[in-house]
Protein backbone atom coordinates (compact mmCIF):
# COMPACT_ATOMS: atom_id res chain seq x y z
CA UNK A 1 0.00 0.00 0.00
CA UNK A 2 3.09 2.33 0.91
CA UNK A 3 4.75 1.84 -2.19
CA UNK A 4 1.55 2.22 -4.39
CA UNK A 5 0.97 5.85 -2.77
CA UNK A 6 5.28 6.43 -3.24
CA UNK A 7 4.74 5.37 -6.96
CA UNK A 8 1.71 8.07 -7.48
CA UNK A 9 3.64 10.84 -5.69
CA UNK A 10 7.05 10.09 -7.81
CA UNK A 11 4.79 10.56 -10.93
CA UNK A 12 2.80 13.58 -9.73
CA UNK A 13 6.35 14.83 -9.18
CA UNK A 14 7.64 13.64 -12.23
CA UNK A 15 4.94 15.50 -13.88
CA UNK A 16 4.95 18.71 -12.10
CA UNK A 17 8.92 19.13 -12.87
CA UNK A 18 8.24 18.83 -16.31
CA UNK A 19 5.07 20.27 -17.45
CA UNK A 20 5.32 23.35 -15.67
CA UNK A 21 8.86 24.71 -16.54
CA UNK A 22 7.68 24.30 -20.13
CA UNK A 23 4.45 26.49 -19.27
CA UNK A 24 6.53 29.21 -17.18
CA UNK A 25 9.13 29.30 -20.35
CA UNK A 26 6.12 29.79 -22.93
CA UNK A 27 4.90 32.05 -20.26
CA UNK A 28 1.58 30.31 -19.35
CA UNK A 29 1.94 30.61 -16.19
CA UNK A 30 2.69 27.79 -13.05
CA UNK A 31 -1.15 27.30 -12.61
CA UNK A 32 -2.37 26.03 -15.95
CA UNK A 33 0.69 23.98 -16.21
CA UNK A 34 -0.08 22.38 -13.04
CA UNK A 35 -3.76 21.57 -14.32
CA UNK A 36 -2.04 20.33 -17.57
CA UNK A 37 0.47 18.15 -15.66
CA UNK A 38 -2.67 16.37 -13.55
CA UNK A 39 -4.69 16.18 -16.55
CA UNK A 40 -1.74 13.86 -18.82
CA UNK A 41 -1.70 11.13 -15.59
CA UNK A 42 -5.00 11.63 -14.72
CA UNK A 43 -7.59 9.62 -16.20
CA UNK A 44 -8.26 11.34 -19.17
CA UNK A 45 -4.97 11.38 -19.97
CA UNK A 46 -1.78 8.39 -19.26
CA UNK A 47 -3.74 7.10 -16.06
CA UNK A 48 -1.20 6.91 -14.26
CA UNK A 49 -2.66 7.33 -10.89
CA UNK A 50 -4.85 4.86 -9.37
CA UNK A 51 -5.26 7.30 -5.59
CA UNK A 52 -7.27 9.90 -7.63
CA UNK A 53 -10.08 10.53 -4.46
CA UNK A 54 -7.17 10.17 -2.23
CA UNK A 55 -4.44 12.62 -3.35
CA UNK A 56 -7.32 15.26 -3.44
CA UNK A 57 -8.32 15.02 0.17
CA UNK A 58 -4.50 15.69 1.06
CA UNK A 59 -4.89 18.32 -2.10
CA UNK A 60 -7.75 20.35 -0.04
CA UNK A 61 -4.66 21.44 2.63
CA UNK A 62 -2.90 23.25 -0.12
CA UNK A 63 -6.13 25.35 -0.47
CA UNK A 64 -6.32 25.48 3.65
CA UNK A 65 -2.52 27.21 3.18
CA UNK A 66 -3.20 29.55 0.36
CA UNK A 67 -5.74 31.33 2.26
CA UNK A 68 -3.91 31.69 5.53
CA UNK A 69 -1.04 33.20 4.01
CA UNK A 70 -2.99 35.71 1.59
CA UNK A 71 -4.95 36.41 5.17
CA UNK A 72 -1.71 37.25 6.18
CA UNK A 73 -1.02 39.43 3.86
CA UNK A 74 -3.82 41.10 3.56
CA UNK A 75 -2.86 43.48 6.19
CA UNK A 76 -5.74 45.73 6.87
CA UNK A 77 -3.44 48.87 7.10
CA UNK A 78 -2.24 48.16 3.52
CA UNK A 79 -5.92 47.83 2.58
CA UNK A 80 -6.89 51.03 4.25
CA UNK A 81 -4.51 53.02 2.05
CA UNK A 82 -5.85 51.28 -0.48
CA UNK A 83 -9.44 51.93 -0.20
CA UNK A 84 -10.75 53.63 -2.79
CA UNK A 85 -9.82 51.47 -5.87
CA UNK A 86 -9.77 48.33 -3.52
CA UNK A 87 -13.63 48.88 -1.60
CA UNK A 88 -14.74 51.27 -4.81
CA UNK A 89 -13.51 50.02 -8.23
CA UNK A 90 -13.12 46.04 -6.28
CA UNK A 91 -16.90 46.03 -4.74
CA UNK A 92 -18.32 47.09 -7.56
CA UNK A 93 -16.69 44.87 -10.01
CA UNK A 94 -17.32 41.70 -8.17
CA UNK A 95 -20.74 42.70 -7.40
CA UNK A 96 -21.78 43.67 -10.75
CA UNK A 97 -20.14 41.01 -12.38
CA UNK A 98 -20.99 38.11 -9.89
CA UNK A 99 -24.81 39.54 -10.09
CA UNK A 100 -24.77 39.65 -14.57
CA UNK A 101 -23.24 36.18 -14.53
CA UNK A 102 -25.60 34.83 -12.20
CA UNK A 103 -28.68 35.80 -13.38
CA UNK A 104 -27.02 34.53 -17.17
CA UNK A 105 -26.60 31.50 -15.07
CA UNK A 106 -30.27 31.06 -13.90
CA UNK A 107 -31.64 32.29 -17.08
CA UNK A 108 -29.76 30.77 -19.86
CA UNK A 109 -28.14 27.64 -18.61
CA UNK A 110 -31.11 26.25 -16.77
CA UNK A 111 -28.97 25.88 -13.48
CA UNK A 112 -31.00 26.26 -10.06
CA UNK A 113 -31.23 29.62 -7.91
CA UNK A 114 -28.77 28.31 -5.10
CA UNK A 115 -25.88 26.90 -7.85
CA UNK A 116 -26.46 30.18 -9.73
CA UNK A 117 -26.07 32.21 -6.61
CA UNK A 118 -22.26 30.38 -6.69
CA UNK A 119 -21.46 30.29 -9.49
CA UNK A 120 -21.90 34.10 -10.78
CA UNK A 121 -19.50 35.30 -8.30
CA UNK A 122 -17.41 32.18 -8.51
CA UNK A 123 -16.38 33.31 -12.06
CA UNK A 124 -16.26 36.92 -11.24
CA UNK A 125 -13.16 35.96 -9.31
CA UNK A 126 -9.76 36.48 -11.66
CA UNK A 127 -6.24 34.55 -10.85
CA UNK A 128 -4.77 36.39 -8.15
CA UNK A 129 -1.24 34.43 -8.71
CA UNK A 130 -1.30 34.64 -12.54
CA UNK A 131 -2.13 38.32 -13.12
CA UNK A 132 0.60 38.92 -10.26
CA UNK A 133 3.06 37.32 -11.72
CA UNK A 134 2.26 38.93 -15.26
CA UNK A 135 2.62 42.25 -14.07
CA UNK A 136 5.83 41.71 -12.12
CA UNK A 137 7.14 39.81 -15.33
CA UNK A 138 6.36 43.00 -17.26
CA UNK A 139 7.41 45.55 -14.51
CA UNK A 140 4.02 47.23 -14.65
CA UNK A 141 2.96 46.59 -11.25
CA UNK A 142 3.18 50.34 -10.81
CA UNK A 143 1.20 51.16 -14.40
CA UNK A 144 -2.12 52.97 -13.73
CA UNK A 145 -4.07 49.41 -14.74
CA UNK A 146 -1.47 47.13 -13.01
CA UNK A 147 -2.48 49.27 -9.52
CA UNK A 148 -6.09 49.00 -10.48
CA UNK A 149 -5.67 45.69 -10.70
CA UNK A 150 -4.06 45.08 -7.64
CA UNK A 151 -6.93 46.30 -6.12
CA UNK A 152 -9.59 44.63 -7.64
CA UNK A 153 -7.81 41.42 -6.98
CA UNK A 154 -7.15 42.42 -3.40
CA UNK A 155 -10.98 42.83 -2.79
CA UNK A 156 -11.84 39.66 -4.84
CA UNK A 157 -9.49 37.88 -2.49
CA UNK A 158 -11.72 39.24 0.78
CA UNK A 159 -14.94 37.73 -1.03
CA UNK A 160 -13.90 34.62 -1.24
CA UNK A 161 -14.34 34.60 2.57
CA UNK A 162 -17.99 35.03 2.04
CA UNK A 163 -18.47 32.62 -0.76
CA UNK A 164 -16.54 30.21 1.24
CA UNK A 165 -18.91 30.43 3.96
CA UNK A 166 -22.23 30.39 1.74
CA UNK A 167 -21.09 26.87 0.08
CA UNK A 168 -22.22 24.78 3.10
CA UNK A 169 -25.12 26.31 3.78
CA UNK A 170 -26.61 26.13 0.41
CA UNK A 171 -25.75 22.72 -0.05
CA UNK A 172 -28.43 22.61 3.05
CA UNK A 173 -31.86 21.38 2.22
CA UNK A 174 -34.59 23.29 3.35
CA UNK A 175 -33.61 26.12 3.74
CA UNK A 176 -34.93 29.19 1.62
CA UNK A 177 -32.05 31.28 -0.51
CA UNK A 178 -32.40 34.08 1.60
CA UNK A 179 -32.46 32.72 5.15
CA UNK A 180 -28.84 31.05 3.70
CA UNK A 181 -27.25 34.43 2.53
CA UNK A 182 -28.73 36.05 5.98
CA UNK A 183 -27.28 33.16 7.78
CA UNK A 184 -23.63 33.31 6.30
CA UNK A 185 -23.48 36.63 6.82
CA UNK A 186 -24.34 36.63 10.37
CA UNK A 187 -22.18 33.64 11.25
CA UNK A 188 -19.33 34.47 9.59
CA UNK A 189 -19.11 37.76 11.78
CA UNK A 190 -19.90 35.73 14.59
CA UNK A 191 -17.02 33.40 13.86
CA UNK A 192 -14.88 36.19 12.85
CA UNK A 193 -15.03 37.95 16.19
CA UNK A 194 -14.55 34.00 18.16
CA UNK A 195 -11.64 34.11 16.02
CA UNK A 196 -10.35 37.27 16.67
CA UNK A 197 -10.90 36.74 20.33
CA UNK A 198 -8.84 33.61 20.45
CA UNK A 199 -5.87 35.03 18.65
CA UNK A 200 -5.65 38.30 20.91
CA UNK A 201 -5.46 35.64 24.21
CA UNK A 202 -4.38 32.90 23.11
CA UNK A 203 -2.61 32.63 19.48
CA UNK A 204 0.45 35.81 20.02
CA UNK A 205 0.84 34.18 23.54
CA UNK A 206 1.56 31.29 22.36
CA UNK A 207 4.12 32.53 19.16
CA UNK A 208 5.76 33.63 21.82
CA UNK A 209 6.50 31.46 23.95
CA UNK A 210 7.05 28.68 21.79
CA UNK A 211 9.81 31.80 20.12
CA UNK A 212 10.97 31.71 23.53
CA UNK A 213 11.87 28.19 23.52
CA UNK A 214 14.23 28.60 20.40
CA UNK A 215 13.23 25.18 19.21
CA UNK A 216 12.94 26.08 14.83
CA UNK A 217 11.17 22.29 14.51
CA UNK A 218 8.59 22.97 17.57
CA UNK A 219 8.27 26.34 15.95
CA UNK A 220 7.21 25.04 12.54
CA UNK A 221 4.69 22.78 14.58
CA UNK A 222 3.04 25.52 16.01
CA UNK A 223 2.75 27.31 12.74
CA UNK A 224 1.06 24.19 11.13
CA UNK A 225 -0.94 23.63 13.90
CA UNK A 226 -2.69 27.16 13.87
CA UNK A 227 -3.50 26.87 10.40
CA UNK A 228 -5.22 23.31 10.29
CA UNK A 229 -6.58 23.76 13.80
CA UNK A 230 -8.57 27.27 12.72
CA UNK A 231 -9.70 25.48 9.86
CA UNK A 232 -10.89 22.56 12.18
CA UNK A 233 -12.93 24.98 13.97
CA UNK A 234 -14.60 26.71 11.52
CA UNK A 235 -15.56 23.77 9.58
CA UNK A 236 -17.15 21.92 12.88
CA UNK A 237 -18.97 25.33 12.96
CA UNK A 238 -20.52 24.71 9.69
CA UNK A 239 -18.72 26.25 7.23
CA UNK A 240 -15.28 25.65 5.37
CA UNK A 241 -11.69 25.15 6.69
CA UNK A 242 -9.98 27.68 4.21
CA UNK A 243 -11.85 30.63 5.68
CA UNK A 244 -11.28 29.25 9.28
CA UNK A 245 -7.15 29.58 7.70
CA UNK A 246 -7.83 33.04 6.41
CA UNK A 247 -9.16 34.48 9.39
CA UNK A 248 -6.22 33.02 11.16
CA UNK A 249 -4.21 34.66 8.84
CA UNK A 250 -5.55 37.63 9.30
CA UNK A 251 -4.68 37.59 12.84
CA UNK A 252 -1.39 37.27 12.40
CA UNK A 253 -0.82 39.63 9.63
CA UNK A 254 0.28 42.45 12.29
CA UNK A 255 1.76 39.65 14.25
CA UNK A 256 5.48 40.14 15.25
CA UNK A 257 5.88 36.84 14.24
CA UNK A 258 4.13 36.75 10.79
CA UNK A 259 7.51 37.03 8.93
CA UNK A 260 8.87 33.57 10.75
CA UNK A 261 5.15 32.08 10.02
CA UNK A 262 4.98 32.66 6.72
CA UNK A 263 8.81 31.19 5.73
CA UNK A 264 7.25 28.18 7.67
CA UNK A 265 4.42 27.67 5.85
CA UNK A 266 5.24 28.58 2.50
CA UNK A 267 7.05 25.25 1.40
CA UNK A 268 4.21 23.23 1.95
CA UNK A 269 1.82 25.53 0.78
CA UNK A 270 3.59 25.60 -2.54
CA UNK A 271 3.34 21.84 -2.88
CA UNK A 272 -0.08 21.07 -1.61
CA UNK A 273 -1.28 23.52 -3.55
CA UNK A 274 0.53 22.77 -6.78
CA UNK A 275 -0.89 19.19 -5.95
CA UNK A 276 -4.29 20.98 -5.55
CA UNK A 277 -4.24 21.87 -9.36
CA UNK A 278 -3.04 18.95 -10.38
CA UNK A 279 -5.97 17.11 -8.73
CA UNK A 280 -8.25 19.50 -10.76
CA UNK A 281 -6.69 18.86 -13.87
CA UNK A 282 -6.97 14.47 -12.97
CA UNK A 283 -10.57 15.49 -12.18
CA UNK A 284 -10.89 16.82 -15.85
CA UNK A 285 -12.79 14.78 -18.41
CA UNK A 286 -10.95 15.67 -21.96
CA UNK A 287 -13.76 14.00 -23.96
CA UNK A 288 -15.95 16.74 -22.87
CA UNK A 289 -13.63 19.55 -25.05
CA UNK A 290 -13.28 17.05 -27.62
CA UNK A 291 -16.99 16.47 -28.08
CA UNK A 292 -18.34 19.69 -28.15
CA UNK A 293 -15.16 22.69 -29.04
CA UNK A 294 -17.34 25.16 -30.55
CA UNK A 295 -19.46 25.38 -27.57
CA UNK A 296 -16.57 25.39 -25.33
CA UNK A 297 -14.96 28.43 -26.70
CA UNK A 298 -18.37 29.91 -27.47
CA UNK A 299 -18.43 29.84 -23.24
CA UNK A 300 -15.23 30.67 -22.92
CA UNK A 301 -15.89 34.22 -25.48
CA UNK A 302 -19.16 35.05 -23.43
CA UNK A 303 -17.40 34.60 -20.24
CA UNK A 304 -14.74 37.34 -21.10
CA UNK A 305 -17.01 39.49 -23.26
CA UNK A 306 -19.16 39.63 -20.14
CA UNK A 307 -15.97 40.53 -17.81
CA UNK A 308 -14.65 42.95 -20.29
CA UNK A 309 -17.50 44.89 -21.03
CA UNK A 310 -18.65 45.50 -17.21
CA UNK A 311 -14.80 46.31 -15.84
CA UNK A 312 -14.64 48.44 -18.68
CA UNK A 313 -16.99 51.39 -17.62
CA UNK A 314 -16.19 50.40 -13.94
CA UNK A 315 -12.22 51.52 -14.51
CA UNK A 316 -13.70 54.74 -16.07
CA UNK A 317 -16.40 55.52 -13.66
CA UNK A 318 -13.37 55.60 -11.39
CA UNK A 319 -11.19 57.76 -13.29
CA UNK A 320 -9.01 55.55 -15.15
CA UNK A 321 -8.01 56.57 -18.59
CA UNK A 322 -9.81 55.01 -21.28
CA UNK A 323 -6.33 52.81 -22.46
CA UNK A 324 -6.59 51.80 -18.84
CA UNK A 325 -9.71 50.83 -18.51
CA UNK A 326 -9.42 48.45 -21.67
CA UNK A 327 -6.50 47.18 -20.19
CA UNK A 328 -7.92 46.41 -16.76
CA UNK A 329 -10.64 44.94 -18.03
CA UNK A 330 -8.92 42.58 -20.84
CA UNK A 331 -6.20 41.55 -17.59
CA UNK A 332 -8.45 40.63 -15.19
CA UNK A 333 -11.17 39.01 -17.77
CA UNK A 334 -10.06 35.18 -16.91
CA UNK A 335 -11.35 33.06 -14.00
CA UNK A 336 -8.91 32.03 -11.48
CA UNK A 337 -7.43 29.84 -8.46
CA UNK A 338 -10.33 30.41 -6.29
CA UNK A 339 -13.29 29.73 -9.19
CA UNK A 340 -11.63 26.11 -9.04
CA UNK A 341 -11.41 26.04 -5.11
CA UNK A 342 -15.24 27.14 -4.42
CA UNK A 343 -16.10 24.87 -7.80
CA UNK A 344 -14.45 21.77 -5.99
CA UNK A 345 -16.29 22.12 -2.80
CA UNK A 346 -19.23 23.19 -4.16
CA UNK A 347 -18.89 19.32 -5.76
CA UNK A 348 -17.81 18.01 -2.64
CA UNK A 349 -21.25 19.52 -1.24
CA UNK A 350 -23.31 18.12 -4.09
CA UNK A 351 -24.07 21.67 -5.03
CA UNK A 352 -22.70 21.05 -8.44
CA UNK A 353 -23.61 17.93 -10.48
CA UNK A 354 -20.47 15.91 -12.02
CA UNK A 355 -21.30 17.61 -15.83
CA UNK A 356 -21.50 20.94 -14.31
CA UNK A 357 -18.48 20.66 -12.48
CA UNK A 358 -16.74 19.74 -15.53
CA UNK A 359 -18.03 22.27 -17.87
CA UNK A 360 -17.31 25.39 -15.17
CA UNK A 361 -13.52 23.11 -14.84
CA UNK A 362 -12.86 23.29 -18.75
CA UNK A 363 -13.75 27.15 -19.03
CA UNK A 364 -11.95 28.47 -15.79
CA UNK A 365 -8.87 26.56 -17.94
CA UNK A 366 -9.58 27.55 -21.37
CA UNK A 367 -9.87 31.37 -19.67
CA UNK A 368 -6.51 30.75 -17.95
CA UNK A 369 -4.33 29.78 -21.07
CA UNK A 370 -6.14 32.34 -23.07
CA UNK A 371 -4.75 34.92 -20.24
CA UNK A 372 -1.42 35.54 -21.90
CA UNK A 373 -2.49 36.88 -24.77
CA UNK A 374 -4.71 39.21 -23.19
CA UNK A 375 -1.83 40.51 -20.98
CA UNK A 376 -0.19 41.13 -23.94
CA UNK A 377 -2.93 43.01 -25.78
CA UNK A 378 -2.93 45.14 -22.90
CA UNK A 379 0.47 45.91 -22.54
CA UNK A 380 0.50 47.40 -25.78
CA UNK A 381 -2.59 49.34 -25.50
CA UNK A 382 -1.40 50.80 -22.39
CA UNK A 383 1.76 54.14 -23.04
CA UNK A 384 5.14 53.30 -20.79
CA UNK A 385 4.34 53.36 -16.68
CA UNK A 386 5.51 56.67 -14.99
CA UNK A 387 6.40 56.49 -11.68
CA UNK A 388 3.44 56.96 -9.83
CA UNK A 389 4.21 60.70 -6.84
CA UNK A 390 6.34 59.79 -4.02
CA UNK A 391 4.33 58.51 -0.89
CA UNK A 392 1.51 57.48 -3.48
CA UNK A 393 0.57 54.23 -4.76
CA UNK A 394 3.58 52.69 -5.08
CA UNK A 395 4.56 52.68 -1.05
CA UNK A 396 1.23 51.04 -1.19
CA UNK A 397 2.04 48.20 -3.66
CA UNK A 398 5.41 47.64 -2.65
CA UNK A 399 5.01 48.35 1.31
CA UNK A 400 8.61 46.61 2.01
CA UNK A 401 10.96 48.97 3.58
CA UNK A 402 14.32 50.37 1.87
CA UNK A 403 16.53 48.95 4.51
CA UNK A 404 16.63 45.84 6.15
CA UNK A 405 18.12 45.35 9.51
CA UNK A 406 19.26 42.06 10.82
CA UNK A 407 19.85 41.99 14.31
CA UNK A 408 18.36 44.16 16.74
CA UNK A 409 20.45 43.73 19.65
CA UNK A 410 22.56 47.28 20.99
CA UNK A 411 23.74 47.74 17.54
CA UNK A 412 21.11 47.19 15.53
CA UNK A 413 18.39 49.21 17.94
CA UNK A 414 20.98 52.28 17.31
CA UNK A 415 20.76 52.37 13.85
CA UNK A 416 17.31 51.72 14.05
CA UNK A 417 16.83 54.93 15.83
CA UNK A 418 19.21 56.89 13.75
CA UNK A 419 17.12 56.11 10.40
CA UNK A 420 13.64 56.85 12.41
CA UNK A 421 15.11 60.27 13.28
CA UNK A 422 16.14 60.49 9.96
CA UNK A 423 12.72 59.51 8.80
CA UNK A 424 14.03 56.89 6.64
CA UNK A 425 11.61 53.87 6.94
CA UNK A 426 13.28 50.16 7.81
CA UNK A 427 12.09 46.66 8.90
CA UNK A 428 14.35 44.67 11.25
CA UNK A 429 14.60 41.23 12.50
CA UNK A 430 15.92 39.26 15.51
CA UNK A 431 15.69 35.93 17.41
CA UNK A 432 14.91 37.11 20.67
CA UNK A 433 11.04 37.51 21.86
CA UNK A 434 11.70 39.63 24.76
CA UNK A 435 13.72 42.34 23.03
CA UNK A 436 10.94 42.15 19.65
CA UNK A 437 8.36 42.94 22.79
CA UNK A 438 9.89 45.60 24.08
CA UNK A 439 11.19 46.94 20.83
CA UNK A 440 7.43 47.09 19.21
CA UNK A 441 5.98 48.57 22.61
CA UNK A 442 8.56 51.45 21.25
CA UNK A 443 7.06 51.75 18.07
CA UNK A 444 10.31 49.57 16.07
CA UNK A 445 9.34 47.57 13.23
CA UNK A 446 10.96 44.73 14.16
CA UNK A 447 9.75 40.92 13.89
CA UNK A 448 10.90 37.48 15.29
CA UNK A 449 12.43 35.33 12.37
CA UNK A 450 15.49 32.81 12.06
CA UNK A 451 17.95 35.17 9.85
CA UNK A 452 19.62 31.74 8.36
CA UNK A 453 16.31 30.75 7.06
CA UNK A 454 15.86 32.34 3.44
CA UNK A 455 12.38 32.35 3.69
CA UNK A 456 12.15 34.81 6.39
CA UNK A 457 14.30 37.50 4.76
CA UNK A 458 12.22 36.64 1.40
CA UNK A 459 8.76 37.35 3.08
CA UNK A 460 10.58 41.04 4.77
CA UNK A 461 11.19 42.19 1.53
CA UNK A 462 15.11 41.70 0.84
CA UNK A 463 14.54 41.19 -2.48
CA UNK A 464 12.82 44.68 -2.56
CA UNK A 465 15.63 46.44 -0.39
CA UNK A 466 18.32 48.71 -1.29
CA UNK A 467 20.34 47.72 1.93
CA UNK A 468 20.87 45.19 3.98
CA UNK A 469 22.71 46.08 7.39
CA UNK A 470 24.19 42.73 9.31
CA UNK A 471 24.44 43.56 12.96
CA UNK A 472 24.76 39.71 14.60
CA UNK A 473 27.02 39.22 17.24
CA UNK A 474 27.94 35.97 16.13
CA UNK A 475 31.28 36.21 13.67
CA UNK A 476 30.58 32.88 12.10
CA UNK A 477 26.77 33.57 11.78
CA UNK A 478 27.38 36.89 9.72
CA UNK A 479 29.67 35.01 7.58
CA UNK A 480 27.19 32.70 6.87
CA UNK A 481 24.41 35.13 6.23
CA UNK A 482 26.12 37.72 3.85
CA UNK A 483 27.26 34.77 1.62
CA UNK A 484 23.72 33.95 1.41
CA UNK A 485 22.08 37.24 0.80
CA UNK A 486 24.62 37.77 -2.10
CA UNK A 487 23.99 34.68 -4.02
CA UNK A 488 20.32 35.12 -3.14
CA UNK A 489 19.86 39.11 -3.88
CA UNK A 490 22.91 40.14 -5.76
CA UNK A 491 21.38 43.81 -6.29
CA UNK A 492 21.45 44.21 -2.52
CA UNK A 493 24.31 46.75 -0.84
CA UNK A 494 25.16 44.84 2.04
CA UNK A 495 26.47 46.28 4.83
CA UNK A 496 28.05 44.47 7.87
CA UNK A 497 29.26 44.73 11.61
CA UNK A 498 32.68 43.09 12.64
CA UNK A 499 34.67 42.58 15.53
CA UNK A 500 38.29 42.42 14.30
CA UNK A 501 40.15 42.05 11.35
CA UNK A 502 39.83 38.92 9.92
CA UNK A 503 36.22 38.78 10.16
CA UNK A 504 35.94 41.75 8.64
CA UNK A 505 38.28 40.66 5.72
CA UNK A 506 36.24 37.86 5.35
CA UNK A 507 32.85 39.42 5.29
CA UNK A 508 34.38 41.84 2.30
CA UNK A 509 35.42 38.71 0.44
CA UNK A 510 32.02 37.61 1.03
CA UNK A 511 30.15 40.20 -0.72
CA UNK A 512 29.58 43.07 1.72
CA UNK A 513 30.09 46.87 0.26
CA UNK A 514 30.60 48.16 3.47
CA UNK A 515 32.34 46.46 6.39
CA UNK A 516 32.70 48.34 10.05
CA UNK A 517 34.81 47.02 12.99
CA UNK A 518 33.25 48.34 16.38
CA UNK A 519 36.29 47.59 18.20
CA UNK A 520 38.28 49.97 15.95
CA UNK A 521 35.63 52.72 15.74
CA UNK A 522 35.28 52.65 19.66
CA UNK A 523 39.45 53.41 19.71
CA UNK A 524 39.05 55.74 17.46
CA UNK A 525 36.64 57.83 19.43
CA UNK A 526 38.77 57.35 22.46
CA UNK A 527 41.63 58.27 20.92
CA UNK A 528 40.44 61.40 19.59
CA UNK A 529 39.13 62.72 23.11
CA UNK A 530 42.66 61.35 24.66
CA UNK A 531 44.28 63.85 22.31
CA UNK A 532 41.80 66.67 22.72
CA UNK A 533 42.50 66.42 26.39
CA UNK A 534 46.15 66.15 26.37
CA UNK A 535 45.99 69.46 23.97
CA UNK A 536 47.50 67.76 20.55
CA UNK A 537 46.69 70.44 17.96
CA UNK A 538 43.05 69.25 16.43
CA UNK A 539 44.04 69.11 13.08
CA UNK A 540 47.46 66.47 13.40
CA UNK A 541 44.80 64.60 15.37
CA UNK A 542 42.06 64.19 12.75
CA UNK A 543 45.63 63.98 10.47
CA UNK A 544 45.99 60.75 12.23
CA UNK A 545 42.60 59.85 12.83
CA UNK A 546 41.76 59.53 9.63
CA UNK A 547 45.16 57.89 7.99
CA UNK A 548 44.66 55.04 10.74
CA UNK A 549 40.47 54.82 9.47
CA UNK A 550 41.96 54.72 5.63
CA UNK A 551 44.53 52.02 6.21
CA UNK A 552 42.52 49.77 8.19
CA UNK A 553 39.62 49.72 5.53
CA UNK A 554 42.41 49.86 3.00
CA UNK A 555 43.59 46.77 4.70
CA UNK A 556 39.80 44.72 4.99
CA UNK A 557 39.59 45.40 0.74
CA UNK A 558 43.08 43.55 1.16
CA UNK A 559 44.60 47.46 -0.73
CA UNK A 560 46.90 47.89 1.52
CA UNK A 561 48.98 50.73 0.09
CA UNK A 562 52.27 52.83 0.91
CA UNK A 563 50.43 56.13 0.77
CA UNK A 564 49.41 56.97 4.15
CA UNK A 565 52.23 58.84 5.01
CA UNK A 566 52.50 56.47 7.74
CA UNK A 567 55.52 53.42 7.88
CA UNK A 568 54.34 50.28 6.37
CA UNK A 569 54.39 48.52 9.52
CA UNK A 570 52.67 50.97 11.86
CA UNK A 571 49.24 49.29 11.73
CA UNK A 572 50.10 45.63 11.67
CA UNK A 573 48.46 44.40 14.46
CA UNK A 574 45.51 46.32 14.04
CA UNK A 575 42.55 44.41 15.08
Not at 13 to 28: E, I, M, N, T, Y
Not at 188 to 215: C, K
Not at 274 to 297: H, K, T
Not at 421 to 435: K, M, N, T, Y
Amino acid sequence: MISAYLFDIVILLLAAVVVVPLFQLVRLGAVPGFLVAGLIVGPSGLAAIGNVSEIGYLAEIGVVLLLFVIGIELKPSRLWLMRRQVFGLGSAQVLLTGAVLAIACFFLFGMSLRTAILVGPALALSSTAFVLQILASQKLLTSHYGRASVAVLLLQDLAVVPLLALIPLLAAPGMSVGADIGLALLESLAILALVVLAGRYFLHPLLHRVARAGSPEVFTASAVLIVLGAAMATEHAGLSMAMGAFLAGLLISESAYRHQVIAEIQPFRGLLLGLFFMSMGMSFNLGLLLSDPVGSIVLLALLIALKVLILLPLGRLFGLPWRSSVAVALLLAQSGEFALVLFALAWQNGLLGEQLFQELLLVVLLSMMVTPALAQLARRLVVEPRRPAAGNMDEQLHPNAPVVVVGFGRVGHRIGEILARAGQPFVALDSDPALIARARERGSPVYYGDMSNPGVLKSVGAADARVIVVTLNDPEASKDLVAAIREQYPQVEIFARGHNLETCQSLSRLGAAGVVSENVEASLELSRMAMERIGVDPALSEDVLSAFRRRYHAQIHEQVGMGSGLRPDSFRDIE
